[in-house]
């Protein structure tokens, strides 16, 4: 059963009347993604880091992921002002559509569980119930999130893809050691990713036994972190390389001195629906504080089945949005070319060591310039592909408490980029996540984005806001115009997330959408059920002084539904058919 929640009437209503945002009269409320989790205790009731895919060959069909720690300790377990991540838990949460994603469900497996430890006795895992990728504890292995889905066309048994044969789903995520004995490891160094896939999602929403055993797919030493990857299937028949899966990522080869330095941009392809992999390094790997490499990465193909690969990296000290681009199946690269500057946002944090935008013990916002980008590539078939490509960030160009959704767009594979301009939004609203989707004949664009509508705070104290909407433009000419709102949430208050540590807030790196030519799906995160905690307040605060405090006993002082942060999502029909 999921969480209890105050749903919105009318969003529209409610949308024109905190803000005077123009919403379409269609628009239903938003519904929860992550039905499984509990309101209370925390760290159980926490998700953040949303993914989402349709299956292009039967739209009805979507799935999404997210960090979901359902299966982790109460803060209550051994030291109440402690809330870890209990040592073999996984993260990777699953959650399935059967209705172009008007609802959602979340299965149960088994797997090595803490769920059960409710305190106050300290934990003892074990295997049990759990609401995340199943076989990653069977394989020596723990699911660690950074979840990243896409549907392909199955292989036949000659290896041919087609449609015909039915729908193949893709679940990328990072991936530790289940022991932390070195002789008993899987693979060699702290973070990997591995890939799981299924060819029957109506099976996989109830059974384990549908889904395969995760493939380690990234080349691990024993310094190496892999991290923020994310996947993509050539789903457009039309393709030279239909069929073909691509998983990009970061991969940090030495943690020295906390500096992770050296940090190339990875591609793995599988060109057999994800058994085997082979893994390239694409570009140099020197980062420093001249030339960094490309981050936050977003892969996608077009209609041809050329390969683009996007990622925030520097040039001689310059931020930038970077592309890299195949015409052979991912076997070789060309770029980096510049695709925009980019000016990051947000404040350093001297606690965090990295930027915040919210305000002091605020949610990292390391990734929110990260580039988010879609193809109009023409899926299931290639047909009425116009293959342009639409990029969007959040860039801070225009100063703190300032911050804007920048948007920007390519109709030849690249080669030029329409100057970079602002998305048009609700006063006050600074964004820090975004995602577009736009339709495969390229007609529509839609674009989520997580933003805070509250000024920097200095303060814990001072109230802050975290809002998720959903924006749709007319695509006429290759130009997106005429901007519209779908979707406002309800907003809530990002104090009341939490990471587990418990020191500053927490809502991931992302949020997520994907369109077909009739609709679009959106996830984003959500602290509206999340209710702020004193205690934890005065504690972040006391940080930033010289005399620094303990933390408080979490479910004692706080309320119980302190950290219960939720994946929201939308299913939207084409506002102009």
């Not at 919105?8 to 039905?35: D, E, H, I, R």
């Not at 979507?62 to 402690?82: F, H, L, Q, R």
């Not at 089945?305 to 681009?325: D, E, H, P, T, W």
């Not at 790196?509 to 799906?521: E, F, I, L, M, P």
Request: charged share 15%; proline share 8%; aromatic share 10%.
């Amino acid at each position: 059963m999921g969480k209890p929640r105050l749903i919105v009437a009318s969003v529209a209503a409610f949308a024109a009347a905190l803000c005077g945002a123009a919403v379409a009269a269609y628009a239903t409320p938003a519904t929860q993604v992550t039905v499984g989790s509990p309101p209370t205790p925390f760290s159980q009731n926490k998700q953040n880091e949303p993914a989402v895919a349709i299956d292009a060959h039967n739209p009805a069909v979507m799935v999404a992921g997210a960090n979901d720690e359902i299966d982790m300790e109460s803060c209550a377990a051994g030291d109440p002002t402690t809330c870890p991540f209990t040592n073999g838990v996984g993260v990777s949460g699953v959650y399935f559509s059967f209705d172009s994603g008007q609802s959602w469900t979340q299965p149960t497996y088994t797997g090595w569980t803490a769920r059960h430890c409710l305190g106050p006795e300290a934990c003892v895992p074990q295997v049990g119930p759990i609401g995340t990728l199943p076989h990653y504890y069977e394989a020596g292995l723990v699911s660690d999130g950074d979840p990243a889905v896409a549907f392909g066309p199955r292989p036949g048994p000659n290896g041919t893809f087609s449609w015909a044969n039915g729908s193949r789903l893709y679940y990328a995520n990072l991936t530790a050691n289940f022991s932390t004995n070195r002789k008993l490891e899987t693979f060699r160094g702290f973070e990997a990713i591995a890939v799981s896939t299924t060819d029957d999602v109506r099976a996989a929403a109830n059974s384990a036994s549908a889904w395969t055993a995760p493939v380690i797919i990234s080349k691990q030493s024993s310094t190496t972190f892999s991290d923020k990857e994310q996947i993509y299937a050539d789903n457009a028949s039309s393709s030279r390389f239909f069929g073909h899966v691509y998983t990009c990522w970061a991969s940090f080869r030495s943690n020295s001195h906390g500096q992770a330095f050296p940090v190339p941009l990875t591609v793995a392809r599988s060109a057999d629906g994800g058994r085997t992999w082979i893994t390239k390094q694409v570009g140099p790997a020197t980062s420093n504080g001249i030339n960094q490499q490309p981050d936050g990465c977003t892969v996608r193909t077009d209609s041809s089945g050329n390969v683009y690969v996007f990622g925030i990296g520097a040039r001689r000290g310059a931020s930038l949005q970077l592309m890299y681009k195949s015409t052979d199946g991912g076997a070789h690269w060309v770029g980096p070319t510049t695709v925009a500057p980019v000016t990051e946002p947000g404040v350093f944090d001297p606690v965090q060591g990295r930027p915040v935008m919210d305000g002091i013990a605020g949610a990292r916002s390391d990734l929110a310039p990260g580039p988010s980008v879609d193809i109009a590539n023409g899926r299931p078939t290639g047909a009425g592909a116009t293959n342009e490509i639409f990029m969007t960030w959040s860039d801070g160009r225009a100063g703190l408490n300032h911050e804007q959704l920048m948007l920007t767009w390519s109709r030849n594979g690249g080669a030029s980029w329409a100057t970079p301009a602002p998305v048009p939004l609700t006063a006050g609203d600074r964004p820090v996540f975004t995602a577009p989707a736009v339709s495969p004949d390229g007609t529509d664009l839609y674009i989520v984005h997580n933003s805070f509508t509250t000024p920097y705070r200095s303060n814990t104290t001072d109230p802050r806001g975290l809002v998720g909407e959903v924006r749709h433009a007319n695509v006429a000419g290759g130009v997106p115009s005429g901007w519209t709102t779908l979707e406002r949430a309800e907003g809530g208050d990002p104090r009341g997330s939490s990471a587990n540590a418990l020191t500053a807030e927490f809502l991931g790196d992302y949020v997520y959408a994907a369109a077909t030519n009739d609709r679009a799906v959106a996830v984003w995160n959500d602290a509206s059920s999340a209710r702020v905690c004193p205690a934890i307040n005065t504690y972040r605060a006391s940080l930033y002084t010289t005399t620094p405090g303990a933390p408080p006993n979490v479910l004692a002082a706080c309320p119980a539904t302190f950290g219960n942060t939720d994946i929201l999502g939308g299913s939207y029909p084409d506002p102009t058919p």
